[in-house]
Nanobody, 120 residues
Framework: QVQLVESGGGLAQPGSSLRLSCAASGLTFSASTMGWFRQAPGKEREYVAHINWWGASTYADSVKGRFTISRDSAKNTVYLQMDSLKPEDTAVYYC??????????????WGQGTQVTVSS
């Protein structure tokens, strides 16, 4: 079965960086679109970024210029490099695989999430 396992979350100070990883198994990673979403307490899960199998990436306006999504097909892993972190980036971050796009319904498989807390 498909498994997506996130790692790399933690506590970060405002202005610092974190890199999230998502290791995928049970799917043809090289042909899959991979995405990142996040959910802050009391809020809906929201789109962050996605990357197509050929490497084209798209970002939410709130993270554009600060976050970078990338993939390594040799390791079946997708990354989210988060720079210039802000307190409003605090959320549980989820990795997802599917057809791609900005909507949750466009993704079929989800990881369990990793907590990112940005605070001084």
């Amino acid at each position: 079965q498909v498994q997506l396992v996130e790692s790399g979350g933690g506590l970060a100070q405002p202005g610092s960086s974190l890199r999230l990883s998502c290791a995928a198994s049970g799917l043809t990673f090289s042909a899959s679109t991979m995405g990142w979403f996040r959910q802050a307490p009391g809020k809906e899960r929201e789109y962050v970024a996605h990357i197509n199998w050929w490497g084209a990436s798209t970002y939410a306006d709130s993270v554009k210029g600060r976050f970078t999504i990338s993939r390594d097909s040799a390791k079946n892993t997708v990354y989210l490099q988060m720079d210039s972190l802000k307190p409003e980036d605090t959320a549980v971050y989820y990795c997802a695989s599917g057809r791609g796009g900005l909507q949750r319904a466009q993704y079929d498989y989800w990881g369990q999430g990793t907590q990112v807390t940005v605070s001084s």
